[in-house]
Nanobody, 120 residues
Framework: QVQFVESGGGLVQPGGSLRLSCATSGFTFNLYDMAWYRQTPGKERELVATITRGGRTTNYADSVKGRFTISRDNNNNKVYLQLNRLQPEDTAVYYC?????????????WGQGTQVTVSS
């Protein structure tokens, strides 16, 4: 059974930082690219960052480029997202999953997500 458990969110002031973690289980982690997504009420889930299986290549949405950093630990089946210089528009619930090349995700069992709120 595939599971994602996201953590590390919280309330932070503009300009602040957070580090999100996603613990995974139920699949062979090092065979999949991984990604972070975020969603706000009334909007579709947005792809934020991706990382390849070996961790060598990363890609970011334009809105977070230069501020967020995705990384992974294949020994512990975890993926991370470092959020720096946070802005109010980064407020969302953040999720991880394994992205497919042409859109969508491999696993329909999304985690509960972790709430990030950026506010003064």
């Amino acid at each position: 059974q595939v599971q994602f458990v996201e953590s590390g969110g919280g309330l932070v002031q503009p300009g602040g930082s957070l580090r999100l973690s996603c613990a995974t289980s139920g699949f062979t982690f090092n065979l999949y690219d991984m990604a972070w997504y975020r969603q706000t009420p009334g909007k579709e889930r947005e792809l934020v960052a991706t990382i390849t299986r070996g961790g060598r290549t990363t890609n970011y949405a334009d809105s977070v480029k230069g501020r967020f950093t995705i990384s992974r630990d294949n020994n512990n089946n975890k993926v991370y997202l470092q959020l720096n210089r946070l802005q109010p528009e980064d407020t969302a619930v953040y999720y991880c999953n394994a992205p497919q090349v042409h859109g969508g995700v491999y696993f329909n069992s999304w985690g509960q997500g972790t709430q990030v709120t950026v506010s003064s």
